[in-house]
């Protein structure tokens, strides 16, 4: 299997536009997780899914930011309108079970707002 | 609340041993740990489940008190390779487990030769 795959690997954008962040987990597993992190607050969980239904949603910073898994192989984590603190390494993560199962990350995306 | 890593960072030399603590203010259901080299993504090393179960790397161990709410990984004999962040992820005892994890903000490991 290939592993987690994000795209983009970078984007550079400026205030206010919309940014779309994309994540297809590896085949079979069930979790996939949503991450952002910074120097500052580190590794932050923003929202996991469970067969594509999201289960918590409580780390995801404000309205901005929307999280969709339209279905098993693909998920994308959107800000509208972007702002410069969103710059962070965003990182897709997915596992085959949600209790005790490991995690496997994507490369992530590395995100810079102007 | 986010589990509480120490040290924060640590220098060794190859073939010099390390500890890296990680506690918790709940009760926990497991303990993960990671690693993360510059510029990568973080990498699984190790699983410490509720009630005793391990499953991990074969050259790293970690040990897991429930009571204390705490887990230990111990890095023997460092590599070079054994170089980056190590970041402790906790999944909570509720009962069950809702299967997401809060990281520490991570111990940051140089070898140096």
């Known amino acids: 299997d290939a592993g987690v795959i994000q795209s983009p690997r970078h984007e550079v954008t400026e205030m206010g536009q919309e940014v779309t962040l994309r994540c297809k987990p590896i085949s079979g597993h069930d979790y996939l997780f949503w991450y952002r992190q910074t120097m500052m607050r580190g590794l932050e969980l923003l929202i996991y899914?469970?067969?594509?239904?999201?289960?918590?949603d409580s780390g995801m910073p404000e309205d901005r930011f929307s999280a969709k898994m339209p279905n098993a192989s693909f998920s994308t984590l959107k800000i509208q309108p972007s702002e410069p603190r969103d710059s962070a390494v965003y990182f897709c993560?997915?596992?085959?079970?949600?209790?005790?199962?490991?995690?496997?990350f994507g490369p992530g995306t590395r995100l810079t707002v102007l | 609340q986010q589990p509480v890593q120490s040290p924060q960072a640590v220098i060794l030399r190859e073939g010099e041993d390390a500890v890296i603590n990680c506690s918790s203010s709940?009760?926990?259901?497991?303990v993960h740990w990671y690693r993360q080299k510059h510029g990568e993504a973080p990498v699984f090393l190790m699983i410490?489940?509720?009630?005793?179960e391990q499953k991990g790397h074969e050259k790293i161990s970690a040990s897991f008190n429930e009571k204390k709410q705490q887990s230990s990984l111990y890095l023997t004999a460092s590599q070079l390779s054994y170089s980056g962040t190590y970041f402790c992820?906790?999944?909570?005892?509720?009962?069950?487990?809702?299967?997401?994890?809060?990281f520490g903000k991570g111990t940051k490991l140089s070898v140096k030769p």
């Open positions: 992820g906790t999944e909570w005892w509720y009962g069950g487990s809702q299967g997401n994890l809060i």
């Open positions: 993560a997915s596992s085959i079970t949600g209790t005790g199962g490991f995690q496997f």
């Open positions: 410490l489940l509720k009630g005793g």
């Open positions: 899914f469970n067969n594509n239904v999201p289960i918590d």
């Open positions: 709940k009760a926990l259901y497991s």
